[in-house]
Nanobody, 115 residues
Framework: QVQLVESGGGLVQPGGSLRLSCAAS????????MNWYRQAPGKQRELVAA???????NYADSVKGRFTTTRDNARKKFYLQMNSLKPEDTAVYYC?????????WGQGTQVTVSS
C-alpha cells in the first residue's frame, strides 16, 4: 500500500508560480508511473501531467510550457512546478501513483489563482 500526501497549494495571483509536492510512503518498486490530476468545481478530474519510470513526461495541452513535473525516486517525492498561473488553473490537485496495476491517490491540495 502506497500513501501519498500533497502539499504546496495556496492562493496565488494570475501570472504567479507555485510548486506542489507529493510525498510517498510505503512499499514501492522502482517501476511506477506518477501523475498529477486536477479537479475544478463542477468539472471532471483531468490529467495534467504524467511522468513514467523512464523519465518521459507528457502534459495536457492547457498546461504545456507552463507546468513541469519531476520526481526524486530516492526520496520518493514528486513535484509539479506551475508557472504563469491562470484563473482557470484553479482546482484541487491530486498526485497519483500507478504501480503493478494498482493506483494510489493523495488527498489533494487546493490551488486558487485569483487577484
Amino acid at each position: 500500500q502506497v500513501q501519498l500526501v500533497e502539499s504546496g497549494g495556496g492562493l496565488v495571483q494570475p501570472g504567479g508560480s507555485l510548486r506542489l509536492s507529493c510525498a510517498a510512503s510505503g512499499s514501492m518498486s522502482s517501476i511506477y508511473d506518477m501523475n498529477w490530476y486536477r479537479q475544478a468545481p463542477g468539472k471532471q478530474r483531468e490529467l495534467v501531467a504524467a511522468l513514467n519510470s523512464g523519465g518521459s513526461a507528457n502534459y495536457a495541452d492547457s498546461v504545456k510550457g507552463r507546468f513541469t513535473t519531476t520526481r526524486d525516486n530516492a526520496r520518493k517525492k514528486f513535484y509539479l512546478q506551475m508557472n504563469s498561473l491562470k484563473p482557470e488553473d484553479t482546482a484541487v490537485y491530486y498526485c497519483n501513483v500507478e504501480m503493478g496495476g494498482s493506483g494510489s491517490w493523495g488527498q489533494g491540495t487546493q490551488v486558487t489563482v485569483s487577484s
